[in-house]
């Protein structure tokens, strides 16, 4: 329970620095890319502990979740850009 706890904590974060990192107009505004920053960090830690990276319960680095969430909000903004 404290791992999944940390995690939102962390995306909360990481949301906020991706936004920053990636100015702009984003579909849904700083709501959304908070969401995608908790998300992120979700991805961030279930991919770093399938290859190896993080032992089993332990949430992903701060870099590593600001990249997933940067890669997330990439996709999101290519999926649902304004026309």
């Given at each position: 329970?404290?791992?999944?706890?940390?995690?939102?904590i962390?995306?909360?974060?990481?949301?906020?620095?991706?936004?920053l990192?990636?100015?702009?107009?984003?579909?849904?505004?700083?709501?959304?890319?908070?969401?995608?920053?908790?998300?992120?960090?979700?991805?961030?830690?279930?991919l770093?502990?399938?290859?190896?990276?993080?032992?089993p319960?332990?949430?992903?680095?701060?870099?590593g979740?600001?990249?997933?969430?940067?890669?997330?909000?990439?996709?999101?903004?290519?999926?649902?850009?304004?026309?």
């Amino acid at each position: 329970m404290g791992s999944i706890l940390t995690t939102l904590i962390i995306g909360l974060l990481v949301g906020a620095v991706a936004k920053l990192l990636m100015p702009g107009k984003d579909p849904g505004g700083w709501i959304v890319t908070i969401l995608l920053g908790i998300a992120g960090a979700f991805v961030a830690s279930y991919l770093g502990q399938a290859v190896g990276w993080y032992q089993p319960g332990q949430p992903a680095g701060f870099i590593g979740s600001v990249v997933g969430a940067i890669l997330l909000l990439l996709l999101y903004r290519f999926l649902f850009r304004r026309s």
